[in-house]
């Protein structure tokens, strides 16, 4: 509901590299405070209405580059006091819905595109079973770091990747470099993790 209205803006944000890389700078910041809240008393049980709609706000603002969007949704529910452990299993689940919504987007964009697909079956088979393997590690990680309250190993990531950027973007010969604006899909899928 807020992707679409602001697909053409959040396209934009993926052409400007500083705006990534204060996105990125942003993201470490969360990651790093979360690890310095103290224990966090709510259950799933009790995770409320107005609670749900505060972390879905969250999701939806990881839609920009930059921002991650499992570390977003972990980092907002546990800023509303949900315990550790069910903060990253309901920012997981919370996924779902949003990566059926982004690749149904997608394959309506196919359909009506009059451009054959570029990729056959097996290189695309290929993808879908290695991002299926590397997407059960990266969660099993997530939610190790989370219980331990050690995002900050993630943090120090997304600052190195912050300065990538930079150096890339203002050392790179001529015009500043343009990064292509992604699909619906490729927009859910970089925001999965934390990064």
């Not at 400007?16 to 103290?38: C, F, K, Q």
């Not at 209405?49 to 907002?76: C, E, K, W, Y």
């Amino acid at each position: 509901m807020i992707g679409l209205p602001l697909k053409r803006l959040f396209e934009q944000a993926f052409a400007a590299p500083p705006v990534i890389a204060l996105m990125l700078t942003l993201t470490g910041a969360l990651l790093l405070a979360s690890d310095r809240l103290g224990p966090r008393t709510r259950g799933l049980r009790d995770i409320t209405l107005m609670v749900a709609l505060a972390i879905g706000f969250a999701q939806a603002l990881a839609l920009l580059p930059g921002l991650s969007r499992s570390g977003l949704t972990i980092v907002a529910a546990l800023l509303l006091g949900v315990r550790r452990r069910w903060a990253g299993e309901y920012s997981f689940f919370l996924a779902i819905p949003t990566i059926l919504g982004a690749s149904l987007l997608q394959v309506l964009e196919l359909w009506r595109s009059s451009e054959p697909l570029a990729i056959g079956a097996t290189p695309l088979a290929i993808g879908f079973a290695v991002a299926a393997v590397v997407g059960v590690g990266s969660l099993w990680l997530v939610v190790a770091t989370l219980r331990r309250a050690r995002f900050r190993v993630f943090a120090y990531y997304v600052w190195a990747l912050a300065l990538v950027v930079l150096a890339v973007w203002l050392f790179t010969p001529g015009e500043a470099p343009v990064v292509a604006a992604p699909s619906a899909l490729e927009t859910v899928v970089a925001s999965g993790a934390p990064r």
